[in-house]
């Protein structure tokens, strides 16, 4: 990707992109049908700002019972006690298992949040018609795609223990509230990128070089 005004881009060109199914489209119609799929065309994501910030601040409220609330409780013999995100990190610490603790904190506690604020930051930028950097915010934008579900690593660790720790009188392992809560968060996040358009970041950045009126010659 280019930030050379010089170069045409799609959308001048009157091409539009089905988000469906990948075909380009020359001069179509606002919300035509696509030819190949019948998906509806769009030069931008419909309401894309609105929708992300609608699902990220949905995330963000609920990232604060994801890790107050337990998200397993445990029981052996008589014993009995529920265990949150933060809890389980410095349980796994205390034992030894230095390299498990790091990487449940950075999957369940480091990730959501950087992924979240990362987001934000670019919501922000778009609405304000920043030009800074489209590059580099783009290239976040792709890594914010790419580590999404890796976040689910304490919800898939939840439902491992579940499955393996049920010895009846003797122990048990059910999930909390905290890992639907948590559930939820790392979803909402997933939603809230893939509502995101990527392109209003070189729309920003374009404007300026359009709105400039042309130098005299000297």
């Given at each position: 990707?280019?930030?050379?005004?010089?170069?045409?881009?799609?959308?001048?060109?009157g091409l539009?992109?089905?988000?469906?199914?990948?075909?380009?489209?020359?001069?179509?119609?606002?919300?035509?049908?696509?030819?190949?799929?019948?998906?509806?065309?769009?030069?931008?994501?419909?309401?894309?700002?609105?929708?992300?910030?609608?699902?990220?601040?949905?995330?963000?409220?609920?990232?604060?019972?994801?890790?107050?609330?337990?998200?397993?409780?445990?029981?052996?013999?008589?014993?009995?006690?529920?265990d949150t995100?933060?809890?389980?990190?410095?349980?796994?610490?205390?034992?030894?298992?230095?390299?498990?603790?790091?990487?449940?904190?950075?999957?369940?506690?480091?990730?959501?949040?950087?992924?979240?604020?990362?987001?934000?930051?670019?919501?922000?930028?778009?609405?304000?018609?920043?030009?800074?950097?489209?590059?580099?915010?783009?290239?976040?934008?792709?890594?914010?795609?790419?580590?999404?579900?890796?976040?689910?690593?304490?919800?898939?660790?939840?439902?491992?223990?579940?499955?393996?720790?049920?010895?009846?009188?003797?122990?048990?392992?059910?999930?909390?509230?905290?890992?639907?809560?948590?559930?939820?968060?790392?979803?909402?996040?997933?939603?809230?990128?893939?509502?995101?358009?990527?392109?209003?970041?070189?729309?920003?950045?374009?404007?300026?070089?359009?709105?400039?009126?042309?130098?005299?010659?000297?």
């Amino acid at each position: 990707m280019t930030d050379d005004p010089a170069i045409p881009r799609g959308a001048s060109l009157g091409l539009i992109g089905c988000e469906a199914c990948g075909l380009v489209v020359e001069h179509a119609a606002a919300a035509a049908p696509c030819p190949r799929c019948g998906h509806r065309l769009h030069a931008r994501k419909p309401d894309s700002v609105t929708r992300s910030w609608a699902y990220l601040m949905a995330a963000f409220i609920l990232y604060l019972p994801a890790n107050l609330l337990p998200v397993l409780h445990s029981r052996k013999l008589f014993t009995e006690w529920s265990d949150t995100i933060m809890s389980g990190v410095v349980a796994l610490w205390n034992d030894g298992a230095y390299d498990l603790a790091i990487i449940v904190f950075t999957a369940s506690v480091v990730v959501p949040l950087l992924k979240m604020g990362a987001l934000a930051l670019l919501l922000v930028q778009v609405q304000r018609g920043s030009s800074y950097l489209p590059r580099e915010r783009t290239r976040l934008y792709r890594i914010l795609e790419f580590i999404g579900h890796w976040s689910m690593l304490d919800v898939f660790a939840v439902a491992l223990l579940v499955a393996l720790v049920h010895f009846g009188a003797l122990g048990n392992a059910e999930p909390g509230a905290g890992v639907v809560a948590f559930g939820a968060v790392v979803v909402l996040t997933m939603l809230a990128t893939m509502s995101f358009d990527p392109r209003l970041i070189w729309d920003a950045h374009r404007a300026p070089a359009r709105r400039a009126p042309d130098r005299p010659p000297t």
